[in-house]
């Protein structure tokens, strides 16, 4: 059973526009979650992260919303460069994971920014 | 270097075949995780290492063992593999026990067994 869920496999969207990625999770015991950025033969790349003690956390371009009512949380880009095109993963963790971060993936959303 | 490296990159290799796969960090980071990323699924955990000790072994088959010999190395060692062991074996290191939870990957290797 997915724990986090990433539900649209693609988005395309225009440069200039807004991209909203967004995530699901099941597990209420989350309390952190991650976004990362991975482009072709390359590794995860860290992006942004949200505590559950807040529903918005911004970097520039890109900010996260969490809604932990709804279990839901959502990237947002924007303006969207063609640069942004990659795969996106949303990851989540628990507490009492042990001194590591042990990190749940979802299945990851192609973003394609077109120019 | 800089960040986690990961070789070889890319690896072909038979069934009754035995080689290993290697990971550095250079963040100065105490725990490290190999990941499988198989297509269309989630990364996966498969082992943890936290001080060099294994801390989580998340019922990965006896084919692949893994070595830690310290902070910085992680090897994965495999032996008589399935074809649908074929996949992007990621590294990552964290620093555990800070409260962070942002784990920094190497760039992969592809493993194609035949």
């Known amino acids: ?115 | 270097e800089t960040g986690v490296t990961q070789t070889p990159r890319h690896l072909v290799m038979g069934m009754t075949n035995k080689k290993s796969l290697k990971c550095e960090q250079h963040l100065g980071h105490n725990a490290m995780y190999w990941y499988k990323q198989s297509a269309k699924k989630p990364l996966e955990l498969m082992f943890v290492y936290n001080f060099k000790e294994q801390t989580e072994n998340n019922s990965v088959p006896s084919r692949f063992s893994p070595e830690c010999p310290n902070s910085s190395h992680l090897f994965l060692h495999l032996h008589t593999l399935q074809p649908e062991d074929s996949a992007l074996y990621l590294c990552a290191s964290s620093q555990a026990g800070t409260g962070g939870h942002e784990q920094y990957f190497g760039p992969g290797t592809r493993l194609t067994v035949t």
């Open chain 1, 1 to 115: 059973d997915q724990q986090v869920k990433q539900n649209s496999p693609s988005l395309s969207v225009q440069e200039g526009r807004i991209s909203i990625l967004n995530c699901d999770y099941t597990n209420s015991m989350f309390d952190y979650f991650l976004w990362y950025k991975k482009y072709p033969a390359e590794g995860p790349t860290f992006l942004i992260s949200i505590s559950s003690i807040k529903d918005k956390n911004e970097d520039g371009r890109f900010t996260v919303f969490l809604n932990k009512s709804a279990k839901h949380l959502s990237l947002h880009i924007v303006p969207s460069q063609p640069g942004d095109s990659a795969v996106y993963f949303c990851a989540a963790s628990a507490p009492g994971a042990g001194a590591n971060s042990k990190l749940t993936f979802g299945k990851g959303i192609t973003l394609s920014v077109r120019p």
